[in-house]
């Protein structure tokens, strides 16, 4: 049963990112810039679905490089969710005007922290780790994972709630006579 979720819930996935990355751009009116952001995040998304399939297929499966394998595979899925995320925090800035180099520097830092913490997640299992017996677990840093994925989505939002407010209310005053 679980070797069944991950495959049709992953497959489908896979299929409506190729779908709309084909559609997107044969018939997209998005700016350069935005359409280059959109192709990485469609791309780093497919990346999350296949790595996290084929990681939820392997997990507990024991053969030669098993373990390795598996680590690769988490450590993908971890890197890519967090690109992704980071990658709509630049789209979003990049659509609300505001995607200037110092925005894009202060905001690479926590995607800098958490690569770091995966490069050395082999070492020390901070984000996760994968027992003899092949089995994915969390590790105790894997909150971080949460948190800079959470503010690369939940920082947009907010930002393009509070122009959505002001352009309103700019538009109110311009109406008032």
């Known amino acids: 049963m679980q070797i069944g979720y991950y495959l049709e819930i992953n497959l489908f996935c896979a299929v409506v990112i190729l779908i709309v990355r084909s559609h997107l751009f044969q018939h997209s009116k998005v700016r350069p810039t935005g359409r280059v952001i959109l192709k990485l995040i469609l791309d780093a998304s497919l990346v999350i679905c296949m790595s996290d399939m084929f990681a939820g297929i392997l997990n507990g499966v024991q053969y030669p490089g098993s373990r390795i394998i598996l680590k690769i595979l988490n450590l993908l899925y971890f ?54 017996a092949s089995v994915y677990h969390r590790g105790p840093a894997v909150p971080l994972h949460w948190i800079v994925t959470g503010f690369y989505l939940l920082f947009p939002a907010i930002e393009t709630a509070i122009a959505i407010i002001r352009e309103k209310s700019i538009t109110k005053a311009l109406r008032t006579p």
């Open 79 to 132: 890197e890519s969710t967090t690109v992704a995320a980071f990658l709509w925090f630049r789209y979003v800035k990049n659509k609300l005007g505001r995607l200037s180099s110092k925005a894009t520097r202060l905001g690479s830092i926590p995607l800098l922290i958490f690569t770091v913490f995966i490069i050395i997640d082999p070492f020390t299992n901070l984000i996760f780790s994968v027992d003899s």
